[in-house]
């Protein structure tokens, strides 16, 4: 069964430094990957997305992501973080071809950013 | 363009009852998905619509079960409610044909079970 891993459960950044969250996938093939955003007390936010083409996706906010087949990870980065980025961040895969909507997330990732 | 809307936001239950919660996906959407976020388990799948059909389950029990209308709106319901089933549901929708996951939420229905 495809499983998603997200080794850090906290992380604390100044406001201004960078940033990069983890996420590593368990999977048969390569699947569809995103990164989503949770406020307290919101629903979730599709930050950006992989499903083929240039390994290097931007999406909102700033943010941007990499796909490394060798390593099967889909790490999130921002060059500079702000106040209003601290939130939950959760990776998610997706099946390719018939999946629909049976999307598997990570555990999630807190950011706390210092002012 | 309205966004998903779930109701109740927030709802109080006691064990042993049972709870429907709704979900208006966005207008054109035709796919509508259920989703339960606990502390413990995170966010797990529970089940999808597509045109009125389920087309996937998730490892849930038979306690809970859902189903979609002709205009697309869904429900989904926990009958005998336990005190585990208190966590975050949320509703995601997407628009036909758009096999890639790409998924739209709602702020979800909180639900506590005492």
């Known amino acids: 069964a495809q499983s998603v891993t997200q080794p850090d459960i906290h992380i604390t950044v100044s406001e201004g430094a960078s940033l990069e969250l983890r996420c590593n996938y368990s999977?048969?093939?390569?699947?569809?990957l995103f990164w989503y955003v949770q406020s307290p007390g919101q629903g979730l936010q599709l930050l950006l997305k992989?499903?083929?083409?240039?390994?290097l996706v931007q999406g909102i906010k700033g943010f941007e992501a990499e796909f490394k087949r060798s390593q099967s990870s889909f790490n999130l980065r921002k060059p500079s973080v702000h106040w209003s980025d601290a939130a939950e961040y959760f990776c998610?895969?997706?099946?390719?071809?018939?999946?629909?909507?049976?999307?598997?997330f990570g555990t999630g990732t807190q950011l706390k950013v210092e002012l | 363009k309205a966004g998903v809307t779930q109701t109740p936001r927030y709802l109080i239950k006691t064990r042993g009852q049972q709870v429907t919660l709704s979900c208006s996906p966005i207008?054109?959407?035709?796919?509508v998905s259920w989703y339960q976020q606990t502390p413990g388990q995170g966010l797990q799948f529970l089940f999808e619509?597509?045109?009125?059909?389920?087309?996937n389950k998730g490892n849930f029990p038979g306690r809970f079960s859902g189903r979609q209308f002709s205009n697309s709106r869904s429900e989904m319901n926990v009958s005998t409610l336990e005190l585990g089933d208190s966590a975050l549901y949320l509703c995601?929708?997407?628009?036909?044909?758009?096999?890639?996951?790409?998924?739209?939420f709602g702020e979800g229905s909180r639900l506590t079970v005492l």
């Open positions: 619509y597509f045109s009125e059909t389920q087309r």
């Open positions: 995601a929708s997407r628009t036909q044909g758009a096999n890639t996951g790409e998924l739209f």
């Open positions: 207008s054109g959407h035709r796919s």
């Open positions: 992989y499903f083929s083409g240039d390994t």
């Open positions: 998610a895969v997706g099946l390719r071809g018939g999946g629909g909507n049976k999307l598997t």
């Open positions: 999977y048969g093939a390569t699947p569809y």
